[in-house]
């Protein structure tokens, strides 16, 4: 998804998806999680599948609000599983923001500044 830039801190505090199978098909599990293989910092709540209005098909979605803090240099990733032999696609829109955190910032300020 991203990394996180130097001297800054990420804060998501929203996700909303939506994924689009072959019916039979379904989404099982979603989350974030820090780096490839990290810690899995939110799981994203699933939501049983519902009709498409093409045939074959199967939509689901969801959203959350939530407060997720990832730190310079750490990688964003999503990660999820789906149920089924057909295909999965899945597409998540997280909101947030970066913020600059007071160690970088006190780290800034000259010596004998005040």
């Known amino acids: 998804m991203t990394t996180v830039p130097a001297g800054k801190r990420l ?4 996700v909303s998806w939506n994924s689009f ?4 098909d379904e ?7 820090s780096g490839s293989g990290g810690v899995f910092l ?7 599948t519902h009709a ?3 045939s074959g098909f199967k939509l689901q ?6 407060k997720l ?10 990660n999820a599983s789906h149920i089924g032999t057909g295909t999965a696609h899945l597409q998540l829109l997280a909101s947030g923001y970066y913020v600059t955190p007071w160690r970088t910032l006190l780290g800034r300020i000259p010596a004998g500044a005040s």
């Open 11 to 14: 804060v998501i505090e929203y």
């Open 21 to 24: 199978t072959t019916t039979g």
């Open 27 to 33: 989404i099982v599990f979603g989350g974030l999680q």
């Open 42 to 48: 939110a799981q994203l709540k699933i939501n049983p």
């Open 52 to 54: 498409s209005i093409s």
């Open 61 to 66: 979605g969801g959203s959350q609000v939530l």
């Open 69 to 78: 803090y990832f730190e310079a240099g750490e990688q964003v990733w999503v």
